[in-house]
């Protein structure tokens, strides 16, 4: 328990510096943010003196306060899940937030999922058969690996979106069919739902992919050099087993560094929202960047922040489970 | 942009003399000559090329526009006068053409003008982003790896923060937050290092960590140098693959983040004040803002994207190059079709199954005479017999030849012992006789002939033959009739499942007949057998001392009553009172069970205890193969004689001894002639020119493969002792046991 | 236990020990977990032993691994510091900290030969670092390099210098670990297992390197190894350690024919030896006890197959069993006598000749 307690301080302390730099940053650069805001702002034509005054009070301009007391604001109003209020939408940070965050967890439950088993299962078959033909593989992978993900979501609208110009297949634009159907529990929502999340589901999952290929077959080649899989083979065990105790060796670092993964994951997938308009917190961080809805910006990076360090705390609860060793340590 | 290579790779530390690793290691970073790093430097090289010289050899200005050959507006189709709709018009970019080689944007600028000047700002602020971050995860994890304590758990922390924060969102709040950040490459790279660093941060303090406790950093210490001369002179320069490693990941995720940010709008535009760069994510952002894929404008968006892919690529490529450097088990190629018909494997390579070179089915019928007729004055029935074996590891004319023509003998219930220097290629052998060899090894020549009658089970009986057995056939017979121990048993163990999930798993695929309860109690039983609590079960690997866990691993050698058991140095990791008494445990278990015994050392004067012949191996080559008696009284070989006067004995005056003169012999760069004439201190002329062959020597039930015993040569008085008069007793009722069970 | 206090014999030229370690005590902190909180429990890795170091003469440190001999070895050169117990270098006591002035006097080598050189460096770097940071041969650095070279038979010294360590082999790596270590031209040379890795044919000539070395320039060196028959060859004197203690000291050819202690019986008979007919009797099987938890009294005393009730309670005081030969074992103090228990108290030898014929 001793090293999950641990791996918790440091999220702890993780979320604590994230937030305290949102908070700072805009209140610490030199210069005047609030005016640079609304230089930017009116050049952009879309901020009124609402939008000023929003900014101001996000910014902590013309607040007569010390640093201080608006830092102890700030963690009471976080406290009590208060995370402002956004001017572009009329409404609390934290309801808006609450009704993107289903869009954008589902998608990366199901594409990370999706990602993680078939991007293992492959790297599992690449180390077993090596020298066969899955040896292609490899540097088609790695070609996917280097590519943006945002890129990939263009080529494949291009190719399969309806919003593109050659085969037209998916729908490529919002996360339902906002003309045609109506919100709730009916057959056509939830047909329409699916259909929306194929094209941006897929475009995580192949980008995705290709690194937990690479990643899984590196440490299954090395695991089967092995001694204990030596002795599985001597044992005469069925190469199904062998297999899958290499495997379960070689998953180990692949869990461990699942850190980096679920932010990368975590990083394309905000802007393959921004390319279908999906309606999930990438997408409105997007959106709020562009109407300098800054209560908005700082509340979803703060969601964000939570979500990857609780998809970390997840990852090391696995990696206790299935290393004994670890599960001595913690 | 996802997780690269080497990221999830964890470099195993080096530990002890791996010689492979070693001997690669001829400068401080030698990238394997393959093509995909050959493709990944030309990449590399062809961006950085572009890089430095696309200001001089790009047509237009990035953003002039081109008012010749802009075609101004065009008319939406279903509009104009004859639709009856007004006539309705937008702007259209120009395909590629002579003028425009990859055509214009919206705006009419030139495509590849544009691609040029985002060139070389991505990849300078990719690089200096990169160094940046090198730099300050160089500075941290060296210093929190070496310094240790304190400093490593604050350092540590500072890290782990850093990584557990997510890079992008990260990114997008300081970059929206500092306005002026895309006019400044600088800031840009900055930016991005700060949320880059943390994980080659990681990577090397564990490296570090490591390496601190290398010998040769405390052999630095001894002499005196200073602190800051052993980290940058002893310990950096081992670090640079790892450091060149992350230095082209940072880059590859300082490149992607860098157009991430500039596709959201953060890195400023190219057109605002103060002007950003162009760059691939802002030409990108630029024409998916624009409906580039909407309107079919591939020329516009499509290079940029192509030249990130690319770009990653090439790096990834690089860093597999590194990755197979620091770890070459990632180097050794798998046996793909064409290699194996070339080297003439007819069956199709797989897993665990030593392929074996242009073997015609030895005609079973023929085996008899074979046994009968064996040289040696033992009768006991042979139970393995290994005729003019030779493994090669490699497949192609560079192959090294690690077991030549190698003739062996197993009886029942004997303990044959097998003698030589590491990498004389007695571990190879026995493990090619069960086929357990793995890539490149390649069994080239030879039989290997099983008698099998099985003490308990079902197993195959009657003789099989081995190199042509099938895959069902040779899974029956390992473990259940032939068994091996292994020297280090930590790795022999699955660390991740239970000492009693493993006797199960054995249980369960030899002997399908037991209840879950009784395998239960057998693996318990035999534990209790090689003096282990049957709790022991529940245990995991890490959980038992060195000498319990070789114990759990006898006793699950035990546990199908093996006819053969393969013994690989099963005791030299552990100390002397422990090892007595694993070896006597496993001559109770051969007296108790009759399984006949290979056992595997470099320890000669423990063979001489325990075995009833020795068979010594040098260079890949049987040497000399005596009853144990004789051969330590009278030994034949030059070799022999000199290895047996490398163990200082524990009684008696205490004599100057001279051992052996020179290197043991290079397998890749073995001597003409007998490969042991450099060291022997009678070699002939003949020596050096012919290799010598193992032959019975006249009247003795012994071989030996030397010149000195040919005729017409005066043999030496050392190697002509008389043989020992009376044989030692050798619990003859284990061998009628053994063959009549 | 202080071996120091045995009567020297009068057949041995008087010797000053260059090297001596007094009451050497140390322990480990060894974190329970990973956690910042972990609870941290103290490892006995060596606790109050002395060794003395003579010039020209080689002291065996034999023992099983975790023995603590390897801990005595870096005490003794100064890589870790002692939480008790003194260090005397010529008598005097040696100067605090690890300053040059005192690694220009001892020096090391280590076990593996293939991590104890950098491997991104050549042979002569390895020579000349020690050189320069310690001031020797100003000026002609080359010729005392391959002077270094020939005095461990790395010849022609030519061919070396600019060899990386992997283009040598094990026992050539050893060598130059060795020329190393004598380049600061120091009195005391402490070899870690210096040929455990080393193939058995190469081992010898290892050894009669060292032996040569202890001849030739009268160095002082400590052989630290679990091979009590490569002791018995090399050695003056034996020195036996088990679980951190000391437990007997004898010149090596009385000890491996003549030993007192059970333990170092029982690893005697458990070594190999091709010239025994009978399979050995163990007399004492099982592991060495953990050092966080020792037993008390004698920590050989769980396994000991004498053992009595004093030795489960009492650590046996260290008794002159035959001159020059010491061991601490309650077996050899008069039984009148076993009550005593101030530590280091001789009490009169009892003939230890039965108890060996019982072993046999």
Not at chain 2, 378 to 389: F, K, M, Q
Request: hydrophobic share 45%; aromatic share 8%.
């Amino acid at each position: 328990m001793r090293a999950l307690l641990r791996r918790l301080g440091v999220y702890l302390l993780a979320a604590w510096v994230a937030l305290t730099v949102s908070f700072l940053l805009p209140r610490v650069v030199p210069g005047n943010p609030v005016a640079g805001a609304v230089a930017r702002a009116s050049q952009s034509g879309n901020c009124n003196s609402q939008c000023v005054e929003a900014i101001e009070a996000q910014l902590g301009f013309n607040v007569h306060t010390s640093l201080w007391d608006q830092y102890v604001q700030y963690w009471g109003n976080l406290g009590h899940g208060n995370l402002g209020q956004s001017w572009s939408e009329n409404a609390s940070v934290s309801s808006l937030i609450i009704s993107y965050l289903p869009w954008t967890l589902g998608l990366l439950l199901i594409a990370t999922a999706v990602s993680f088993i078939a991007g293992t299962a492959v790297g599992v078959l690449m180390a077993w058969r090596r020298g066969s033909w899955l040896d292609w593989v490899l540097p088609v992978a790695t070609f996917f690996s280097a590519l943006p993900y945002f890129f990939l979501a263009l080529v494949l609208v291009l190719i399969l979106g309806k919003t593109g110009t050659m085969l037209k297949v998916f729908p490529s634009l919002f996360g339902y069919d906002i003309y045609g159907v109506t919100p709730g529990l009916n057959g056509p929502y939830i047909a329409s739902i699916i259909g929306h999340a194929i094209l941006p589901a897929v475009t995580v999952v192949l980008a995705s992919t290709a690194g937990f290929i690479l990643a899984m077959r590196n440490n299954m080649i090395t695991t089967m050099d092995e001694d204990f899989v030596l002795v599985a083979q001597a044992k005469g065990l069925p190469a199904k087993w062998v297999i899958w105790y290499a495997a379960r060796n070689a998953l180990l670092p692949v869990v461990a560094n699942f850190t980096v993964a679920i932010s990368l994951v975590v990083a394309g997938q905000i802007l393959v929202e921004i390319v279908f308009n999906y309606p999930g917190i990438g997408f409105h961080l997007y959106d709020a960047l562009g109407k300098l809805d800054y209560s908005l910006v700082q509340g979803i990076f703060v969601v964000i922040t939570l979500v990857v360090l609780a998809a970390n705390l997840l990852a090391d609860v696995v990696y206790v489970l299935i290393d004994p060793r670890a599960r001595q340590m913690a | 942009m996802t997780i690269n290579s080497t990221s999830l790779t964890v470099i195993p530390p080096v530990a002890g003399p791996t010689p492979e690793l070693v001997l690669r290691r001829t400068r401080i970073l030698r990238l394997p000559r393959s093509p995909k790093v050959i493709a990944g430097l030309v990449i590399l090289v062809l961006f950085g090329l572009l890089a430095i010289i696309g200001r001089w050899i790009a047509p237009y200005s990035p953003n002039a526009t081109d008012q010749q050959h802009w075609v101004q507006h065009v008319l939406v189709p279903g509009t104009g006068a004859a639709t009856g709709f007004p006539a309705s018009y937008y702007p259209l970019p120009l395909p590629p053409s002579a003028a425009h080689w990859l055509g214009t944007t919206v705006f009419a600028q030139d495509v590849w003008s544009q691609l040029l000047a985002a060139t070389q700002a991505t990849v300078v602020v990719g690089l200096l982003a990169a160094a940046i971050a090198t730099v300050l995860s160089v500075l941290f994890g060296v210093t929190a790896g070496y310094l240790g304590g304190g400093a490593d758990e604050g350092l540590s922390l500072i890290a782990n923060v850093f990584l557990a924060i997510p890079g992008l969102p990260l990114l997008i709040v300081l970059a929206d937050y500092v306005p002026s950040a895309g006019s400044s490459v600088v800031l840009v790279a900055s930016i991005i290092a700060v949320t880059t660093w943390a994980y080659t941060s990681r990577t090397l303090r564990a490296q570090t960590l490591s390496l601190r406790n290398r010998d040769f950093v405390e052999a630095s210490r001894v002499m005196g140098e200073g602190r800051l001369r052993i980290i940058l002179v002893e310990v950096l320069p081992n670090l640079v693959p790892i450091v060149a490693a992350s230095f082209l990941f940072t880059a590859l995720s300082a490149i992607g983040a860098y157009v991430a940010i500039a596709f959201l709008g953060l890195a400023g535009s190219p057109t605002s004040s103060p002007p950003g760069l162009w760059n691939w994510g802002e030409m990108l952002r630029e024409g998916f803002a624009n409906n580039a894929v909407r309107g079919g404008w591939w020329w516009w968006w499509a290079p940029p994207g192509l030249c990130i892919a690319l770009l990653g690529t090439g790096l990834a490529l690089l860093n597999f190059g590194i990755d197979e450097f620091i770890n070459p088990r990632l180097r050794t190629a798998g046996l793909s079709r064409k290699t194996a018909r070339k080297a003439g494997i007819g069956t199709r390579p797989k897993l665990g199954m030593t392929p074996v070179a242009h073997h015609p089915p030895v005609a079973v019928a023929s085996v008899r005479t074979v046994a009968e007729a064996s040289r040696l004055r033992d009768t006991a029935e042979p139970v393995l017999e290994i005729r003019g074996l030779s493994v090669d590891y490699g497949y192609d004319e560079e192959a090294v030849h690690a077991v030549v023509d190698c003739d062996l003998v197993l009886r029942r219930g004997q303990v044959l012992g097998l003698a030589g220097e590491s990498g004389s290629g007695k571990t190879t052998l026995a493990l090619a006789a069960i086929r357990l060899l793995r890539a490149p090894a390649l069994i080239s020549a030879g039989q290997v002939l099983f008698h099998s009658k099985p003490i308990s089970g079902d197993g195959p009986a009657g003789t099989i033959d081995m190199l042509s057995a099938t895959d069902d056939q040779l899974r029956a017979i390992r473990w259940s009739e032939i068994a091996v121990v292994l020297q280090s048993s930590l790795n022999a163990l699955n660390p991740v499942i239970t000492i009693g999930a493993q006797f199960d798993d054995l249980l369960r695929v030899h002997r399908p007949a037991l209840a879950e309860s009784a395998r239960w109690a057998r693996s318990g039983a035999l534990l209790d057998m090689v003096g282990m609590n049957a709790d022991r079960l529940r245990s995991y690997p890490h959980e038992l001392s060195g000498g319990m866990r070789q114990r759990a691993m006898i006793a699950m050698a035990i546990a199908l009553e093996p006819q053969v058991m393969i013994l690989d140095e099963p005791t030299t990791a552990l100390d002397v009172v422990t090892q007595r008494e694993i070896l006597q445990e496993l001559i109770g278990l051969r007296d108790r069970i009759g399984f006949a015994t290979l056992f595997i050392t470099h320890d000669l004067s423990l063979l001489v205890e325990l075995a009833d012949e020795i068979a010594v191996m040098y260079a890949g080559r049987l040497m000399e193969r005596a009853p144990a008696t004789s051969l330590f009284h009278a030994p034949r070989l030059p070799y022999t004689y000199a290895l047996l006067h490398c163990f200082p004995p524990m009684h008696g005056p205490r004599v100057p001894m001279e051992g052996l003169k020179g290197s043991p012999p290079d397998m890749r760069d073995l001597p003409p002639g007998c490969a042991f004439h450099p060291r022997c201190q009678w070699a002939l002329p003949r020596c050096r020119q012919e290799v010598p062959r193992l032959a019975p020597l006249n009247g003795s039930p012994r071989e030996v493969a030397c010149w000195l015993h040919r005729e017409g040569t005066t043999v030496p008085p050392e190697l002509a002792q008389p043989e020992p008069a009376s044989m030692r007793p050798r619990r003859p009722e284990t061998v009628g046991q053994a063959g009549g069970t | 236990m202080n071996l120091e206090s045995a009567p020297t014999p009068t057949s041995v030229a008087p010797v000053r020990a260059v090297l001596e370690g007094r009451g050497l005590t140390k322990s480990f902190w060894v974190k329970q977990g990973r956690s910042l909180l972990a609870r941290k429990t103290r490892v006995h890795a060596v606790e109050d032993v002395s060794v003395r170091l003579d010039a020209g003469r080689v002291t065996a440190l034999v023992g099983e691994s975790g023995a603590g001999k390897t801990t005595v070895a870096r005490l003794l050169a100064k890589i870790i510091r002692a939480d008790a117990g003194e260090l005397f270098l010529d008598g005097r006591p040696a100067p605090p900290g690890r300053p040059r002035s005192y690694a220009a006097q001892v020096q090391m080598v280590f076990q593996d030969p293939f991590a104890s050189l950098n491997p991104v460096h050549r042979v002569g770097h390895n020579l000349v670092r020690p050189l320069q940071i310690h001031h020797i041969a100003d000026g002609d650095i080359d010729a005392t390099v391959a002077d270094l070279l020939r005095r461990v038979a790395l010849k022609p010294p030519d061919t070396f210098i600019g060899k990386f360590p992997h283009e040598l082999s094990g026992g050539q790596r050893q060598r130059v670990a060795i020329a190393r270590g004598l380049a600061v031209r120091p009195r005391v040379l402490i070899a870690d297992e210096p040929v455990s890795m080393l193939d058995v044919s190469i081992r010898l000539g290892v050894l009669n390197l060292l032996a040569d070395l202890r001849d030739r320039e009268k160095l002082a060196i400590l052989y630290v190894t679990h091979d009590i028959a490569s002791a018995r060859y090399l050695a003056d004197t034996i020195v036996v350690m088990y679980a951190g203690q000391l437990v007997e000291a004898a010149p090596s050819v009385s000890l491996t024919d003549r030993p007192a202690h059970p333990y170092t019986q029982l690893l005697l008979a458990a070594a190999p030896d091709p010239d025994r007919v009978e399979a050995p009797a163990l007399a004492g099987r099982g592991a060495p006890p953990s050092l966080l938890a020792p037993p008390s009294g004698c920590r050989f005393h769980p396994r000991c197959p004498y053992v009595m009730e004093i030795c489960k309670s009492q650590v046996p005081p260290r008794v002159a069993v035959a001159a020059d030969h010491s061991a601490a074992c309650w077996l050899h103090v008069d039984p009148n006598n076993r009550r005593i228990t101030v530590n280091g108290s001789v009490a009169p030898a009892r003939d230890s000749s039965d108890q060996r014929n019982q072993e046999r």
